[in-house]
C-alpha cells in the first residue's frame, strides 16, 4: 500500500465523516435527532471503495466526528454500543458487499441505481434494529415509543446513505472524458443545468413558505417532488440526484427557519425525505436507461459516431433536402489500412483504441449540419452538405494526413487511411449510389498503393 497516498485517504475519511455528523447535528429538529446522517454513507464510502483496511480508521472517524457535541468522556456503554453499530452495520457490511454485491459510481443505469437503493434498505434496517435494542437494553423510559425510534433511525440513516452516495455519484460523473458515449448525447451544459437547479430550490421554498400559511404540511408536503420529477425528465439521472439533495436541505432548512415542528412530524419528514431521494433515483435511472437504450440503438457504442443504420436513415433525409434545394453533397469514405495487423500485433485495446482517434478526428472535421459514421470494423463514412469536388478532396486530405500522425498500437509506425469520394451529380442518385461510388474508389486508392485520395469525376490518385 502507498503510505502517503493512504494516510491522505485516511485523513479524508475522517475529515468528511466529522463534516457529515455535524451537518446532521446542524440540522435536528429534536432533541439530538436529526432529519438525516450523510455520515453512516461516508463510512459505507470508504469501506466498500478501499477495503477492510479502513475500518480501523472508520473507528476513529466516528470517535472524532462526534466532538465537541459528546466528548470521550460522555462516552457510556449506551453510546459505545450505538458508535460499534455503526461500526459494524456500515464499515462491515460495506466490506461484504466489495467482495459479494457490486456497487457502481457514478450510478448510470436503473439497474446501478436498485443495486444502490437495496444495499441501502438491507443496511439501514439492519441498523435500526440494532439501535431499537440497545434503546430497550439501556433506555428502558422510552419502550412505549420505540417503534418510533427505530423507524427514526432507519429512514434518517436510509436518506442519509442515499443523500452522501448521490453526492459521490454526481462528482465523479462531472469528471472529463468519463464515457465517451455520454459526450455524443449531452443534452445541455451545465448553464442550463444550474438555472434548472436554482429554479428547483426556490419552488421548494416557494411551496413549503405557502404550505406552512394556508395548510398543514404534512399533508402536501409531497408537492415538493415535482420539480424534482421535471428536472429528472428535462435533464436526466446526475440531475435529479443533485436537486433531490439540494431539495431535501432546502426544505429541511425553511422547515427549521418557519419553525413548523408542530405542523410535521420528525418520522414524516424523514420518509419525505428519503422518499425524494428513492423517486429521483429510480425515476432519473429509467429515463438514463432509455436514452442509452435510444442512443445505442442509433450509434456505435465505442465511437459514439452514428451507426449504418443512423447514417442511411438521417443520410436519405439530408439527400432529399439537398434535391429540394438544388445543392450538392459529398460522400467521404474512408478505410484504415493493415487494420488487421494492428489487432494482431498489438492486440484488439489497441485497435479499438485507433478507431476511437480515427473517429474523434472525423467528428472534429465535420460541421454540425454533416453526418459521420461508422458503417463497419474500420470503414468510416462522411456525409458533406454544400460540398463539391474540390472541398471534399481538401477535406479527406486534411483527415489523412491527422490519421497519418496516429500510431499503430505501441510502435512508432504512423497509421494510415485510404479514402474514396463521389459527389452527387445530376439529382438523381441515392445513397446507395454515392456509397457504392465511394466505395469503388477506395478500392482504387488500396490498388495503387493505401494512403491516399481518389476521387470518382477523375478516377485516379489525387495524392499521396
Known sequence: ???????????????????????????????????????????????????????????????????????????????????????????????????????????????????????????????AALAMLNFSIYRPALHDILGSVALSFWMGDFSGFLIFFGGVSVVLALKP?????????????????????????????????????????????????????FGAIVFGLHFAIASAILTNVTAVTTYLLLDSTSQVSLIQFQMLCAVVM??????????????????????????????????????????ARAKRYHYRLALIMLDLDYFKLVNDTYGHDAGDRLLCEVADHCKGITRAGDLCARIGGEEFVLLIEHSDANQATQIAERLRA????????????????????????????????????????????????????VLDSQMSPVSA
Not at 466529522?18 to 435527532?33: D, G, H, K
Not at 440503438?297 to 443504420?309: S, Y
Not at 466505395?439 to 485520395?453: E, I, P, S, W
Open 1 to 127: 500500500m502507498n503510505i502517503p497516498v493512504a494516510l491522505l485517504r485516511s485523513c479524508t475519511f475522517i475529515l468528511a465523516y466529522f463534516v457529515c455528523w455535524q451537518f446532521s447535528a446542524f440540522l435536528e429538529v429534536a432533541p439530538s435527532t436529526s432529519i438525516f446522517y450523510p455520515a453512516c454513507g461516508v463510512l459505507a464510502f470508504f469501506c466498500y471503495r478501499w477495503g477492510w483496511q479502513y475500518i480501523p480508521v472508520a473507528a476513529v472517524a466516528i470517535q472524532l466526528g462526534c466532538l465537541p457535541q459528546i466528548p470521550f468522556s460522555d462516552l457510556d456503554a449506551f453510546l459505545l454500543l450505538q458508535t460499534l453499530r455503526q461500526f459494524a452495520v456500515y464499515g462491515g457490511l460495506a466490506v461484504l458487499a466489495r467482495k459479494y454485491w457490486k456497487l457502481t459510481l457514478p450510478l448510470e443505469t436503473l439497474h446501478d441505481t436498485i443495486r444502490l437503493l437495496a444495499f441501502a434498505f438491507v443496511s439501514s434496517l439492519l441498523s
Open 177 to 229: 472524458n468519463f464515457q465517451r458515449r455520454r459526450k455524443a448525447f449531452r443534452l445541455s451544459e451545465f448553464s442550463p443545468k444550474a438555472i434548472g437547479l436554482v429554479a428547483t430550490l426556490g419552488t421548494v421554498v416557494v411551496l413549503m413558505a405557502f404550505l406552512r400559511a394556508h395548510f398543514e404540511l404534512h399533508s402536501y408536503s409531497y408537492l415538493i417532488l415535482l420539480p424534482v420529477i
Open 278 to 319: 428513492c423517486v429521483a433515483m429510480v425515476l432519473g435511472g429509467a429515463i438514463s436507461d432509455r436514452t442509452l437504450a435510444r442512443f445505442d440503438a442509433w450509434h456505435d457504442q465505442m465511437t459514439g459516431m452514428l451507426n449504418r443504420r443512423a447514417f442511411f436513415e438521417q443520410g436519405e433525409l439530408m439527400l
Open 402 to 453: 491527422m490519421i497519418y500522425q496516429l500510431k499503430r498500437g505501441t510502435s512508432q509506425d504512423p497509421a494510415s487511411a485510404s479514402f474514396g469520394i463521389s459527389v452527387s451529380q445530376t439529382g438523381n442518385e441515392t445513397l446507395s449510389d454515392l456509397l457504392a461510388s465511394a466505395d469503388r474508389m477506395l478500392y482504387v486508392a488500396k490498388q495503387t498503393g493505401r494512403n491516399r485520395v
